[in-house]
């Protein structure tokens, strides 16, 4: 029986993995919430959102690499950051201006929103694949290990390593601060708690002469920061390619959801409990049973709940779950 | 803006359309088009029996196209015996367990329906039922896939001819509705709309990663055919003459035998392709036919005025009576049936089945934006909006390079932005049918043919 190797085993292959994916999720997840707790939607948009943030960004550090410009150990693409967000808040703005403010105004019923987020959907990832191509793109650059998994051993003497990529770290550093910021502004500010206040009951926060479109505003600006910054740290951390972002969608509504809806600390939770989920679950726990039980007992099968070709529909089928039994969310969060 | 158009004139200019195709493109290209275009109105029409009829949002399109694909493998390919007699079996009684085990959820529900630990009951049967379904059926799946993994590796299907597997596709997807129906109706529209998405995900996730069932992302390639190959019409004889006939003045034109019998040859084999497709699309208008007769007349009968009420005043209708619950879940299956059946259809033309190329953009959000801009609650409205968006999203390739050349005439041939725009032309498709969507939302949000509003 060896307790310290079962343990580093986990951390290396589930609970490292998982603290980053379930960041991405967490940032993409509060995005969704928000949109959906401020301007009444789900957004089908979203995920191409983040893909156009990232593809901004990755040109941006294309041109800054030309100009011989880098960030030393950390990766260009923080530095292009900025632009990305700048960029992204834009065409928010226009989109929000030139289709959904009709939209708000008429008070359409959420079906058409999501009809309407659907063509922006479409323009978006047109967009983005004929701007920067529909193929794979690794734009990391910077130093890629903190840590090595071939170093951990030498360094304790354990059998198992544990390796920490930097992208993991930056991710996880880029979170808490983007979500302390957050939940500051959200909790703390007269202008977050403005936008609380719309979110949970409209009519009676513009009695209170709150003025909504500073709300939708700010609303938008908040979304493209989150959406940009969690589309570049998934890129950075896997890689770049347009569908894959579409894809992600998926997942992070069910965070979303499964956080419920309209609530952005339970999003943020959500994106861990999926992320989590996704990977303890397809993760073949044999050799972790082999370290802590004793020698006679160990397990001949796999020990995997369900194979690794399953991961999204885990996300997919957790969702479904909770809507059935609790379809305000686990959180708690409202139904508009 | 036109008030009312009336469809026989969009129908005919849709017509003229393809023609012209035919006339300045090739014939091949204008037929392959139409057929795409009335498999996407079939599909177009079961995805506005939910919406338009019945206001059920159903993102899962995608997943119910997979399942009629599957059933065309299910039951053209011949079976596989040695996979059968490996572990046909094991399969069976997983199968068993697998019935059982949804059998007794829905009895629980039944039953328990008062209890307070009925869903913790229901989630329990589940999460222990994956692990126990992935020993019991492990052994066989292995042995199935391992046999002659190449060329087989699954169980095949019942070897009957394909047309049959248009109506399983519809009796499989309707089941699968069913279950999907009892599980996810009950939600808001949004919330609905997430989970059909997922649902279908979770479909596809099935059908591209059990091989045993489905060969997976190894595909099912030469499938059965209702109509004759192309390789069996070049040798016959009636065809040869049928194509003499047709070209007999070009044909008489020449004089040297030789040349004659080259021309001839070459006339059959490229005839011989259009007559496929001909032959397919003569199938399909019929089906299109039908299924539009029928939905007409549903949508005029007292059933299809029950639906409309319900749709358009939930409560006033269940205050007059209507079991609303069971009419959706009804209408859910119907319509799931009509995609599953075009799903089929869609694979009986293509000839294979690739589970890895289902997307949502594709295969579910074109089909809505084809109901929404037809114009949503009319048949005749789901039809058209099938023609016209497969017409714009084949055409626009050509026409955005068109386009390009235009604007990029003056670049040099060698300019970088000329040729990374002439590369990325195929995805202005997608600008354009965003566009569309969008401005049709805005301008004409009940699409371009509205529903007849019968004024008493």
Redesign the interface.
Known sequence: MDYLNSIILLTNFIIVPGITYGSQLALGAIGVTLIYGVLR??NFAYGDLMAFGTMVVILMTWYLQSKGISFGLLPTALLALPVGILLTIAVSLLFDKT?FE?YRNKKS????F???S??????????V??II??NDINFMDGHKFIMKAREFKQLTGLNEGLAIKSTQVITLVTTIITCSILFYFLNKTKTGKSMRAYSNNEDLALLSGIDPKKIVLLTWIIVSILATVAGTLYGLDKSFKP?TY?NNL?PI??AT?VGGIGNPLGAFYGGFLIAFSEIGLTYAYKKFFKYIMPENLEPSTLIQ???T??K??I???I???V???R?NGIFKGK?I | MIKNIDFRICFSVMTLLTILVGLFQSWGIALSMLNLCLISAVMAMGVNIQWGFAGLINFGVMGFLAIGGLATVLVSVPPVNEAWSAGGVGILISGLFLATVVTSIFIINKKLSKNKYKNYFVFLIIILSIPLLKLIAGPSISKIESINAATSGFLGGANLPIIFSWFVGAILSALVAFVVGKVCLGLRSDYLAISTLLVSGIIITIVKHEEWLSRGVKNVIGLKRPVPYEVNLQKSEWFINLVQFFNSSKLSNILEPEVKISLLNQLVISSSGVFVKLCFSLIFLVIVFIILYFSEKALNSPWGRMMRAIRDNEEAARAMGKNVVKQHLFIFMLGSAIIGFAGAMLVTYDGLFTPSSYQPLRYTFLIWVMVLLGGTGNNYGAVLGGFVVWFIWIQSAPFAMVVINLFTGHLDETSYIKGHLQNSVPYFRYLIMGLGLLLVMRYRPEGLLPEKVIKN
Do not use: C, E, Q
Request: hydrophobic residues 70%.
């Open positions: 939607f789900a289709v009709y019923n959420p079906v058409t999501i009809v309407v659907l063509g922006i959907m479409f323009v978006l990832n047109a967009l694949r004929i191509g529909p569908f579409f998926l509504f069910a959801i709940f369900i194979s070709d399953y999204f529909a996300s997919f089928a969702l479904i779950i809507l059935i039994f379809p139904v």
